[in-house]
């Protein structure tokens, strides 16, 4: 069992997490007696920590909310994430390099010396994104999103006027996205936050959609692919390349699946939004191939090397 202070902090943690705890699940994540637990909810109360108690067969405890909440503890686990995450956030594409960085010293002067010391060493270098997203607009669409409020923006360099109903932003490979249903064209479409400009808000609610598949995360990465719904190639299909695994394994997408097929042979199965756009990249390998399929594969790669033969005149 952990000493009284660690078990507290702990308590904290899993309070502010999660709203509503039955007094009988509580006590287990502590392994702890429902006394102790009663002992110890006190003890947080003292501190200036409003806890509710939870009416029931079972009863449980609620951390309420209200702004006169003494200053936040962290566990060991929970200060390591924070300092992961602040010296990771120039690389997001959120323009809060500087705060992040001014955030972790501060959180490092108070820190106990144990801590401090496996804090300070993280070290991580990152590269800067070639967009960043003024962290005012990140705030307002992402409250948008939160408050099923119809947002006004304008779009690109010409802040071109749209009118959307927002369902989530997407954080994806150091860029922002918005996802959103399109009144106006009936359909689904993804916005780049560091291209938006808010207008006034419009305090018009909407009743959200169902994103399909369920996951924005992967419905926006699905677009990017030319996939309906599902975050996979529209077209995927499978080589045998003359050469070894080794020679075209530092290209080849972590998806893709590339195996030793025999003495300097290997075989890919690998994807893209069309089949076409699928020869070229296998061609792009600069080795000689076999399409082992499917039937349309080896098609559009006839037809790609035509193309390719007639430009080449």
Known sequence: MAGPSSRMLTLLSLLQVHRDWPGDELAGRLDVSPRTLRRDVDRLRELGYRIEALRGPAGGYRLAPGADLPPLLFDDDQAVAIAVALAVAPASGADIAEGAVRALATIRQVLPERLRNRVGAIDVVTSATRTTVDPDVLVEVSRAVSAHEVLRFGYGPDEHPRRVEPHAVVARHGRWYLLAWDPERSDWRTFRVDRITPRAPTRLRFVPRPVPGGDPASFVAARFKGSAVADAWPCTGTVELHCPASAVAPYVDAADDLVES????????????????????????????????????????????????EASR
Do not use: N, Q, Y
Not at 262 to 290: H, K, M, N, Q, Y
């Open 262 to 309: 025999g003495p300097d042979r290997c075989r890919l199965t690998i994807g893209s939004w069309s089949w076409e756009a699928l020869a070229a990249r296998v061609a792009g390998f600069a080795v000689d191939f076999t399409v082992l399929g499917p039937t349309v594969f080896r098609t559009a790669t006839g037809a790609l090397s035509a193309r390719l033969a």
